[in-house]
């Protein structure tokens, strides 16, 4: 999958319209949900430190609740963003390839080049969706282990 990075426009992102390569999408909201994921996870250990030394008034349960569940409300949020991300990258992907064969099919161009840059954004465009299940799939599991906290 050589080639030309092409540039995803994601209004809002770093000013308005201004574009974002798809890896750098990928990249800040994997980061994003890892630090979530992170931090419910420090917050599960806390709780769990409490409940098992020294005898927690309510307050401090209830206070290590909250942050608990506000933790998992930022790592469920974190990769709902991952997801529509590289729905939205596969979608642009898919809408480059098929400008791409439009202009191949009317002999615009180098026809092979239209070709070939087809071929890639439709490659792209599956390993955005391919990202996008591994995102469900990883929110899938972490909503399993919330349910054990």
């Known amino acids: 999958m050589g080639g030309m990075m092409c540039p995803l426009v994601v209004p809002g992102s770093r000013g308005k319209g201004e ?3 798809t890896e750098d999408v990928t990249r800040r909201a994997a ?3 890892e630090e979530a994921a992170r931090r419910s996870s420090q917050l599960a250990e806390r709780l769990q430190e ?3 030394g020294r005898k927690p008034g309510p307050e401090d349960a209830r206070r290590a609740r909250e942050h608990a569940e506000h933790a998992h409300e930022l790592a469920r949020q974190a ?3 991952a997801v529509a991300g590289h729905e939205r990258a596969a979608e642009a992907h898919e809408r480059s390839a098929a ?3 439009w202009a191949a099919d ?3 161009g180098d026809v ?3 070709r070939r840059e087809a071929q890639e954004h439709r490659e792209h465009a599956a ?4 990202a996008a299940a591994e995102d469900r799939r990883a929110a899938a599991e972490e909503a399993r282990r919330d349910d054990g906290v």
Do not use: F, T
């Open 19 to 21: 574009a974002m390569d």
């Open 106 to 108: 009317r002999g615009v």
């Open 31 to 33: 980061g994003r949900a």
């Open 50 to 52: 409490i409940k098992g």
């Open 127 to 130: 390993a955005g969706r391919l």
């Open 99 to 101: 400008l791409h064969d």
């Open 79 to 81: 990769h709902e963003r």
């Open 112 to 114: 092979e080049a239209h």
